[in-house]
């Protein structure tokens, strides 16, 4: 098994910037790809981005180019760089890791944008 924590979400104004961090307990090489979702009030949760182990990404078309997400295996953490925010990427944000045992899930971090 493994434990996920995000961190780093907190209140900010649109076109502001954000960086969120998901702390994995033991090392990234056991998790085959770590992907960020997101989950507004009243709406169903949705992917955000992924990382594989290699280091690859793919985004949603909605963050594309102005969310980057990144990993530091020394630390076992990754990270999701969100720029440009807007008041519709209001959320709570979740990560995920998907391994041969399972998907685990961190408990998120709230992220709001003001107008």
């Known amino acids: 098994q493994v434990q996920l924590v995000e961190s780093g979400g907190g209140l900010v104004q649109a076109g502001g910037s954000l960086r969120l961090s998901c702390a994995v307990s033991?090392?990234?090489?056991?998790?085959?790809?770590v992907r960020w979702h997101r989950q507004a009030p009243e709406k169903q949760r949705e992917w955000v981005a992924i990382?594989?182990?290699?280091?690859?990404?793919d985004y949603a078309d909605s963050v594309k180019g102005r969310f980057t997400c990144s990993r530091d295996n020394a630390k076992s953490t990754v990270y999701l760089q969100m720029n440009s925010l807007k008041p519709e990427d209001t959320a709570v944000y979740y990560c995920?890791?998907?391994?041969?045992?399972?998907?685990?899930w961190g408990q998120g971090t709230q992220v709001t944008v003001s107008s």
């Open positions: 990382i594989t182990r290699g280091g690859s990404t």
């Open positions: 995920s890791a998907a391994m041969d045992s399972g998907t685990y």
């Open positions: 033991g090392s990234l090489s056991r998790i085959n790809v």
